[in-house]
């Protein structure tokens, strides 16, 4: 993978939201904090447009969620949750995410998708035959590998997660070590908490 940046680049970031959401609350059990999402995808380079792709709920309580977007200058695109007879229900932004940054493409330096979703490999490598610098950001242990190879550039929010995620803490499970005993050949389980624990939620 190869990618250069600068100040006068124009980017476009294009956020999976639901898929960031799934993923840090599956790994984390916490929630993202899109703002600095969008800030390390763009690294001072020129935004010239960030959005946000969401499902509308069938109780509509995502109105708070969406001010916080717009607040920091994420644009929001709405689809409505599909109910089919028998209760199946079906909502995706993939071709529409898709479709707009091959839009977009022509008109920006980068392309930067905030997700992880192998589907979007298709669109990825349209996007660079175009000339685009395309990215991706997102956690990096829910991320396709195929989509990870497929970019000129990809940052891993697992990296640092207290930064990324709203009201995250590690976990400190505690592990077993043996110990022996001063004076004796036996071994005893001993808890030790917080050792050993890297990469560990």
Aim: aromatic share 8%; glycine share 8%.
């Amino acid at each position: 993978m190869g990618v250069i940046r600068h100040p006068d680049q124009r980017v476009a970031v294009i956020i999976d939201t639901q898929n960031l959401y799934h993923s840090a609350k599956n790994l984390y059990k916490s929630k993202v904090n899109f703002a600095e999402v969008v800030k390390a995808a763009v690294q001072n380079r020129k935004l010239i447009r960030a959005t946000s792709y969401v499902v509308n709920t069938e109780g509509g309580e995502e109105s708070a969620f969406f001010e916080a977007l717009e607040k920091v200058g994420i644009e929001i695109k709405t689809k409505d949750l599909q109910i089919f007879y028998g209760g199946a229900k079906k909502a995706d932004w993939d071709i529409g995410m898709a479709v707009d940054a091959i839009k977009m493409a022509p008109k920006m330096d980068a392309i930067i998708f905030a997700t992880g979703d192998g589907d979007f490999i298709p669109a990825v490598e349209y996007i660079k035959s175009l000339g685009c610098q395309v990215e991706a950001i997102t956690f990096g242990r829910s991320a396709s590998s195929g989509l990870r190879a497929a970019v000129d550039d990809f940052i891993d929010l697992d990296s640092d997660p207290k930064k990324f995620l709203i009201g995250y803490r590690p976990s400190r499970r505690p592990t077993t070590r043996n110990r022996v005993t001063r004076g004796s050949n036996k071994t005893s389980n001993t808890k030790v908490v917080g050792a050993d624990t890297d990469g560990l939620l």
